[in-house]
């Protein structure tokens, strides 16, 4: 298994946008699926996205139109672009790819 380390949450005003970063610690390119999920305070931790090895993606309904899930092979690293922030989407996000990265926190807030 690899290890994840994301990066990029913070504190963003409602509309902003942050973009996310999960490094590998090795080759991602024969996992199949890689994977952005998020836990906000007293929920369960929820898939956002979902990229697989051939470019196929999934999102979840309330994410829709706004983030963008990307990976590149060759850096080790799976991307996800989130604009017009809400604050519903205050939460730790976390990359999946057969192991849990540590997370990164996202704020949305005024």
């Known amino acids: 298994q690899v290890q994840l380390v994301e990066s990029g949450g913070g504190l963003v005003q409602p509309g902003g946008s942050l973009r996310l970063s999960c490094a590998a610690s090795?080759?991602?390119?024969?996992?199949?699926?890689m994977e952005w999920h998020r836990q906000a305070p007293g929920n369960l931790r929820g898939l956002v996205a979902r990229?697989?090895?051939?470019?196929?993606?999934y999102y979840a309904d309330s994410v829709k139109g706004r983030f963008t899930i990307s990976r590149d092979n060759a850096k080790r690293t799976v991307y996800l672009q989130m604009n017009n922030l809400k604050p519903e989407d205050t939460a730790v996000y976390y990359c999946?790819?057969?192991?849990w990265g540590q997370g990164t926190q996202v704020t949305v807030s005024s």
């Open positions: 999946f790819g057969g192991s």
């Open positions: 090795g080759s991602i390119a024969s996992i199949y699926a």
């Open positions: 990229i697989t090895n051939g470019g196929g993606t």
